[in-house]
């Protein structure tokens, strides 16, 4: 059964700081893993999407990096601000299975 | 529409009585999925429909939920005899293959009274 596990479960930062996020899954039989971002009462925001076959994915200030063979990726967010603030979720889509398996987030705050 | 978009956004029901909560998937994409987040829980999948094949239902909690999807559009998820254990937020998400990026509705928040 496929686990993923974030880490930490909340961060605090100031405004300004460049920070690392991190996802480990247990099953590497994977064809994708995206990151979202969740606000409080909403729903869900794309990201980024790695594909297996891919290393990292940049957007703006965030980069997503896939090691599949060890099971992690990370999310760094350059230069953080204020409006960061939110749940940052990553969810595999499994080879076996037809459905993304999310991991419990990371509640950031940047402090302005 | 741009994106998924989930109707109602808010439903209040009392104890016993059926809802209907509705998803409208953007245009083209073949799979729709169906989540649940409870309060302070991670994302609980329901279920997954890809095209014009059967539904994989493995995530549904018991035999009061049922969905599904017509035309390969629109789906509505219907939870029967509600419990208050079902109050949760709804999510609904499409992409446009099983391996593409997902793209997520801003969900239909259940509660049961």
């Known amino acids: 059964k496929q686990e993923v596990t974030q880490i930490p479960a909340a961060l605090s930062v100031p405004e300004g700081e460049n920070l690392v996020l991190n996802c480990s899954f247990t099953?590497?039989?994977?064809?994708?893993l995206q990151w979202f971002r969740q606000d409080p009462g909403k729903g869900l925001t794309s990201l980024l999407l790695?594909?297996?076959?891919?290393r990292e994915q940049t957007s703006g200030r965030l980069n997503a990096s896939l090691d599949k063979s060890s099971g992690r990726s990370t999310l760094y967010i350059a230069a953080s601000q204020p409006g960061d603030s939110a749940t940052y979720l990553c969810?595999?889509?499994?080879?076996?299975?037809?459905?993304?398996?999310f991991g419990a987030g990371t509640i950031l705050r940047v402090k302005s | 529409g741009a994106g998924v978009s989930q109707s109602p956004s808010n439903k209040v029901t009392e104890k016993g009585k059926d809802v209907e909560l509705r998803c409208d998937p953007i245009?083209?994409?073949?799979?729709l999925y169906w989540y649940r987040q409870s309060l302070g829980q991670g994302l609980e999948f329901l279920i997954y429909?890809?095209?014009?094949?059967?539904?994989?239902k493995s995530g549904l909690p018991s035999d009061r939920f049922s969905a599904e999807r017509t035309g390969g559009s629109v789906s509505t998820l219907t939870i029967q005899r509600t419990q208050q254990e079902d109050s949760a937020v709804y999510l609904c998400?499409?992409?446009?293959?099983?391996?593409?990026?997902?793209?997520f509705g801003q969900g239909t928040r259940l509660t049961v009274v």
């Open positions: 998400a499409s992409s446009f293959t099983i391996d593409t990026e997902a793209f």
């Open positions: 429909f890809q095209g014009n094949s059967a539904p994989d």
């Open positions: 969810a595999v889509g499994l080879l076996n299975g037809n459905k993304l398996v």
């Open positions: 099953d590497s039989a994977i064809y994708n």
């Open positions: 245009s083209g994409h073949t799979a």
């Open positions: 790695i594909q297996s076959s891919q």
